[in-house]
């Protein structure tokens, strides 16, 4: 008995924490930071670059077949498009049972949302509106889900739930924007004849929706279906997911996020962090730093994004047709426009679709990584020395994102 106790207690002390990490509401954000710092790593420092960088490109034999011929493609255009569906569960809940359900509700959210699209792109076109390069007006325009809630989740108690869930729904509108931004100007020329299967495909699905199919299975060969016609058309593949999420029965959310929540968190966020930060770095910044393309990225990043996102939160308040996240300050409001500043996951993508030249999109991700984490650390550090308005206590307790809320949702699915 004794032996075998001594053998349980180190494994245990090993898992525990391991087990705790991955349920922390924080592990998603701190993961994306180590895989890029460590693809930098190696891609710059180590004796497996060449070989490293080359992976991520190998060709591999599907042409034929019309699928993507790399595993950075298969990870952009395949395993973001789950990526994209998780997103869009977030997106369709919110819109109906949370927090964007009314429009009292989401009006504020989706302002801010909007001032902090349209000031970023702003900014960039002011830097490259008459060069070469005013194709990437779309990449400042993000928000990181994953890695602005960390950040936040770091400051505990300093501030309020409410705004926790200000931040959260205002990312999920931001990626909205940057959903349709993709679809609407980053997508190539277009090819009816797939664009109409994948039209085809959708109306499967809502028609399988409005017939009450509850069985998933008859679901996922339409996905398929969606998927590949859109791959082909011109429209990003990436946007079936959302396609997906909108068409699907709201109470087949609950669990198939709750399913899908590691994955895409564990293994395809991680992946994509590898695969599109597998890039050598200059030998001096100087030439990185003084290109218009990154004035434009940073200053739309660091500058843009808080101005527009506090600018017309401010003033919808102000003039009274939305009403402020309770318990909050407008100078909170500012340090969350400041954390919005983070645009890793949806802009690096978005500069993937916007360049194809491999050294504007060193560029374009070395200012996207600079200008989200200076973005990270100002609004850290201002939001962290704010005194927190007095506080009331919140009907759902601290915000946790909804996959770790399964139980909640299927309540409020089942009352509404």
Not at 80 to 86: E, G, L, P, S, T
Not at 154 to 173: D, T
Not at 307 to 320: D, N
Not at 332 to 360: H, K, R
Request: with cysteine; glycine share 8%.
């Amino acid at each position: 008995m004794s032996q075998a106790l001594t053998i349980k207690k180190p494994v245990h002390f090993i898992l525990n924490p391991l087990r705790d990490f991955f349920n922390d509401s924080r592990a998603g954000g701190i993961l994306l930071i180590l895989c890029t710092i460590a693809s930098l790593i190696i891609s710059n420092t180590t004796s497996l670059q060449s070989g490293y960088i080359g992976f991520w490109y190998k060709s591999m034999p599907v042409s034929i077949l019309h699928l993507p011929e790399n595993p950075l493609t298969w990870i952009n255009d395949v395993m973001m498009a789950f990526f994209f569906f998780f997103v869009g569960m977030e997106i369709k809940r919110e819109l109906t049972i949370g927090e964007l359900s009314s429009v009292k509700k989401s009006l504020l959210p989706i302002l801010a949302a909007l001032g902090g699209m349209v000031c970023p792109a702003i900014i960039f076109w002011l830097f490259n509106g008459t060069n070469e390069y005013h194709h990437g007006w779309g990449i400042p325009m993000a928000t990181d889900i994953a890695f602005s809630l960390a950040v936040l989740s770091l400051l505990g108690k300093k501030v309020p739930v409410q705004l926790k869930i200000f931040l959260a729904a205002l990312a999920i509108i931001d990626d909205l924007g940057a959903v349709i931004t993709i679809a609407i100007f980053y997508s190539s020329k277009l090819n009816l004849l797939y664009l109409g299967g994948a039209l085809l495909s959708s109306f499967t699905v809502i028609g399988l929706n409005k017939l009450k199919v509850k069985a998933t299975i008859l679901y996922l060969i339409p996905a398929i279906f969606i998927w590949y016609c859109l791959f082909n058309s011109g429209i990003h593949a990436t946007i079936a997911g959302v396609v997906m999420a909108f068409s699907m029965p709201l109470d087949k959310l609950a669990k198939v996020e709750h399913l899908l929540h590691k994955p895409v968190n564990f293994i395809i966020m991680p992946l994509f962090a590898l695969a599109n930060t597998a890039i050598i770095l200059p030998s001096s910044f100087g030439g990185i730093y003084t290109s218009t393309i990154s004035f434009g990225i940073i200053c739309g990043l660091m500058i843009g994004k808080p101005i527009g996102i506090f600018l017309f939160s401010f003033i919808s308040s102000k003039i009274g047709i939305a009403t402020m996240p309770a318990n909050s300050t407008y100078k909170q409001l500012l340090g969350i426009g400041m954390l919005g500043g983070i645009g890793f996951t949806m802009s690096i993508f978005t500069s993937s679709l916007a360049y194809i030249q491999p050294e504007l999109l060193v560029i374009s991700k070395v200012a996207i990584i600079t200008g989200s984490v200076v973005s990270s650390v100002l609004g850290y550090i201002y939001l962290s020395r704010l005194k927190p308005a007095t506080a009331v206590a919140h009907p759902l307790g601290e915000y946790q994102p909804h996959y770790q809320n399964s139980e909640r949702i299927e309540q409020s699915i089942a009352m509404g």
